[in-house]
């Protein structure tokens, strides 16, 4: 882990980006911490990392308020990083299919989303490998956000995350719902109940699959972006309970 830059934020936050082998990626540290402090991974979708800052930024901002570090990565194929001709075919055919009002097949489904988890997995557990190894971040560990899928093979082989925060905001493969009975730490998730891009149905029918004995489903009326601030403060309060 090569640390590229660093600044201050006005409430105190360490904000430092990095690069991990090609793989940029910005870690957030409370401003004053007299231990090492647990660690919250921050998913997104795949929309570029300067694209997502104002809300990564905000989410880490929160965290550290409670006593967390964040850190996120950028995506495969995702701002700086090389193009991924598949990936970007399969997301011109899911505009295809939802501008002409058509239902997006499994096909498109697994094709967007499956490489994707592959190929996201492995490095978010190398940017955990570099992070715990700086002096600062003691675990234990969580994650939040999404992509969901990515979220979910995260809980299935990375036992170093003890709970995670998923948002329901995407579409997820066939094939999850299977990993997703694997999954067994305590889970809170979000799920805004008008999403234009989410099929509400399956969203719960994952969590319906989700194996963890401790899991709450948070559902609030509005579209994608409409998450209400108190949505926040319950998942710091989860992240709270399972981290500290």
């Known amino acids: 882990m090569h640390f590229t830059s660093e600044q201050r934020l006005d409430d105190g936050v360490l904000e430092r980006e990095f690069t991990l082998g090609e793989i940029p990626g910005i870690l957030w540290t409370p401003a004053s911490a007299s231990a090492p402090v647990p660690l919250i991974l921050l998913g997104h979708p795949p929309l570029g990392l300067r694209k997502m800052y104002p809300r990564l930024v905000a989410r880490a901002r929160h965290s550290?308020?409670?006593?967390?570090?964040?850190?996120?990565?950028?995506?495969?194929?995702s701002g700086d990083r090389p193009r991924w001709p598949a990936a970007e075919q399969a997301r011109a055919d899911l505009r295809r299919a939802m501008e002409a009002g058509e239902p997006v097949s499994d096909e498109i489904v697994d094709a967007l989303i499956l490489p994707l988890v592959d190929k996201a997995v492995p490095e978010w557990q190398a940017a955990l490998d570099a992070l715990l190894s700086l002096p600062e971040i003691g675990g234990p560990v969580g994650y939040s956000g999404g992509?969901?899928?990515?979220?979910?093979?995260?809980?299935?082989?990375?036992?170093?995350?003890?709970?995670?925060?998923?948002?329901?905001?995407?579409?997820v493969p066939r094939a999850m719902f299977e990993e997703a009975r694997q999954v067994t730490i305590p889970l809170h998730v979000l799920l805004q109940w008008d999403d234009e891009g989410n099929d509400r149905q399956a969203a719960l029918d994952l969590f319906d699959a989700f194996g963890s004995k401790e899991k709450s489903l948070h559902a609030n009326m509005g579209g994608h972006t409409g998450v209400p601030q108190f949505a926040g403060d319950a998942a710091a309060q989860f992240f709270t309970r399972h981290l500290k």
């Open 64 to 77: 550290a308020a409670e006593g967390f570090a964040t850190a996120t990565i950028e995506l495969p194929g």
């Open 147 to 171: 992509v969901i899928s990515i979220g979910v093979r995260l809980a299935v082989v990375e036992p170093r995350i003890v709970a995670a925060g998923f948002f329901a905001g995407s579409f």
